[in-house]
């Protein structure tokens, strides 16, 4: 992992005044620079519109026809734009699999000759209603919030550090204009007079939403205000009848330094949404700023009209193989994940928690990177399979459930849009002792573009279809979440120091799963936060977990045909334990006689 992969000719290395190496202002390498040796460049008008559609799904200024999805940043959720955009562009509809196969732009466009032509239809507007009907996902998240104990778990607070000179009115303004501008953040959730639970779009004016401007400056140390103030409101509840379901605020730590803070519902946002939401609010505050209309592409459609296009979609006959795959694939008694605790499960669920970060060394990130890509898969698939490599070892269970989330916006007509468009794939896998690691994740890139695959198919709707034994003391289907979170670019400045990598860090949380594992790249490292239930899992178990976890990978990594069950990942200080302290058996039979 030592060797480099690419290479920088320099007239002369920059130097600091004290004549030491001046990293900073040597040039950075990336994606665009990897491609450079073998650029070729679009032959035909197929080539040259899938050189547009990669430069903007991947973020990189120039890409070539023999270039990899892949080497160039491309994964899941990216895979699964290009798949929208080619349907649109194109009207062909490829699938994912044959593009996780074969990953390279030509590739795409000798697919794209032979596909038969699949028309692409946009999702149609519905007419003017006093309510709508919502979207499976908001009708459980409704369900969930309506006890106490589970609401605060499905807030969603995001904040951003700025520096310079900001104009509070205008940027005050900009968030205004950003609600005015997606319907759903300006939607509550009632039931109406026949007892169904529908949502309604308030206008402006009817909504009393209020943004924040807190001065700190003259605080003594203001940056533990700002924790102060963030932790206290992450945890509010939200009133999905009366709304907002946004609130926001503009902290003022100096005089140029401002915190950007935000917290909104899951029930009409996502992960991608809170990047949309804080991208279309730069972008008005830039253009009012500057005088200037924003240059945004208008909203043809709002979430209300996905919720109708997607209950039309389900009554299709092309949703019954979705249906019926994962009533196969999830068919028969359903595993419970069993680490050995020393705590007693609540007999019903609670969201006690706490959050453990740590990183993976550059070597294992490095490695398993590699990994991943040479075996024809994704960093995801490396993560998902160690984890449960860690948790058979811990468990014996050849049988493990995970769950993890999707993006969900299968449809290039939600691209910009902001609601709660997520879905959860459940991945479910066979181990054994006698597989090996390779065997292990030919098995995980299987299932999971299986899962891909079938990935329209709403989660909540599977849960009822099921007909599970209701247990209130877990979750539905699975009680682990994994989640890569693809936001590399980023993150790909990111430089730590060898300290932090080794340490381990924990806080108090919300903890909506018994673990749930985010992962991260983070420059050349990846960092891992688990949250866990600490009323199942006690705080010495799961650091032991991770740090056996850190061993482990490493182990599997170096040697992937190893039988999974015979890997040593205990430190010399545990084998000692073992052998000597544990098995100190001495009986001194002279002072037991009596």
């Known amino acids: ?89 194109f009207q062909v509809k490829i699938s994912l699999k044959d593009l996780f196969i074969n990953n390279t732009l030509e590739s795409h466009s000798n ?44 807030n969603i607070p995001s904040y951003i550090e ?35 639970i529908r949502q309604w779009v308030l206008p402006k004016d009817k909504l009393h939403f209020k943004i924040d401007y807190l001065d700190f400056r003259e605080k003594e140390n203001s940056e533990q205000f700002v924790k102060t103030y963030i932790e206290e409101d992450s ?42 939401l804080a991208k279309d609010v730069f972008t008005f505050y830039e253009s009012f700023k500057k005088g200037e209309e924003p240059n945004l592409p208008d909203l043809r459609i709002h979430y209300k009209d996905y919720a109708v296009w997607q209950k039309k979609q389900l009554e299709e006959d092309s949703f019954r193989l979705h249906r019926n795959y994962w009533l196969t694939k999830l068919g028969g008694e359903l595993p419970i994940l069993e680490l050995p605790t020393f705590n007693t499960r609540p007999a019903t669920k609670t969201n006690n928690g706490r959050l453990l970060e740590l990183y993976l060394s550059k070597e294992i990130s490095s ?19 160690s984890i449960k490599a860690m948790f058979y070892r811990y468990t014996g269970q050849e049988d493990i459930i995970i769950g993890t989330p999707i993006a969900g916006r299968e449809h290039a007509d939600l691209k910009d849009q902001i609601g709660c468009y997520l ?22 890139k299987q299932t999971a573009l299986e899962a891909y695959t079938h990935q329209k198919y709403p989660f909540d709707r599977l849960v009822e279809e099921l007909d599970l034994k209701r247990d209130s003391s877990r979750s539905a289907i ?76 490493l182990k599997v990594l170096e040697l992937p045909d190893q039988p999974i069950a015979s890997v040593d990942f205990l430190s010399g200080e545990e084998k000692e334990k073992l052998l000597f302290t544990f098995n100190n058996i001495k009986v001194n039979y002279e002072e037991t006689v009596q």
């Not at 197929?46 to 892949?70: H, P, S, Y």
């Not at 032979?114 to 519905?126: A, M, W």
């Not at 140029?256 to 519902?265: A, E, L, Q, R, S």
């Not at 590699?370 to 399979?385: E, I, K, R």
């Open 1 to 89: 992992y030592m060797v480099p992969g690419f290479y920088v000719e320099l007239d002369e290395l920059p130097l600091t005044p004290n004549g030491k190496i001046d990293r900073k202002a040597l040039p950075g390498v990336d994606g665009e620079d990897l491609i450079r040796n073998e650029y070729v460049s679009p032959r035909n008008e197929t080539e040259e519109k899938l050189v547009a559609i990669w430069q903007e799904v991947l973020g990189v200024e120039r890409v070539g026809v023999t270039d990899n999805f892949f080497e160039l940043g491309g994964h899941s959720l990216k895979i699964t734009r290009l798949i929208s955009e080619y349907h649109k562009i």
């Open 111 to 154: 697919f794209i000759k032979i596909s038969e032509k699949n028309q692409y239809i946009e999702i149609g507007k519905v007419e003017e209603a006093e309510s709508y009907i919502i979207s499976d996902s908001q009708r459980r998240l409704w369900v969930l919030s309506q006890f106490d104990e589970e609401s605060a778990a499905f």
């Open 162 to 196: 700025l520096s310079g000179d900001y104009d509070i009115e205008n940027f005050k303004r900009a968030i205004h204009s950003v609600i005015e501008r997606h319907e759903i953040l300006r939607t509550v959730f009632k039931v109406d007079n026949s007892g169904e």
């Open 235 to 276: 945890y509010k509840l939200f009133d999905l009848e009366q709304g907002p379901l946004l609130r926001a605020a503009l902290i003022q730590v100096l005089n140029d330094k401002y915190v950007f803070y935000y917290n909104i519902h899951h029930i009409i946002s996502d992960g991608v949404s809170n990047d949309v």
């Open 367 to 385: 490695k398993l990177n590699d990994y991943s890509h040479q075996n024809g898969g994704t960093l995801f698939m490396g993560l998902v399979a």
């Open 423 to 444: 879905n959860t794939l459940v991945l479910r896998n066979q181990i054994q002792g006698s597989d090996s690691f390779n065997d292990l994740y030919s098995r995980i």
């Open 478 to 553: 699975f009680d682990v979440l994994v989640v890569l979170q693809n936001n590399a670019e980023k993150n790909k400045e990111v430089i730590l120091n060898n300290d932090l990598i080794e340490s381990i860090k924990d806080y108090e949380t919300k903890s909506k799963f018994d673990l749930s594992f985010y992962f991260q790249e983070m420059g050349d490292v990846i960092s891992c936060t688990v949250e866990y239930n600490t009323d199942v899992y006690d705080d010495d178990l799961i650091k032991r977990f991770m740090l056996h976890y850190r061993a482990m990978l």
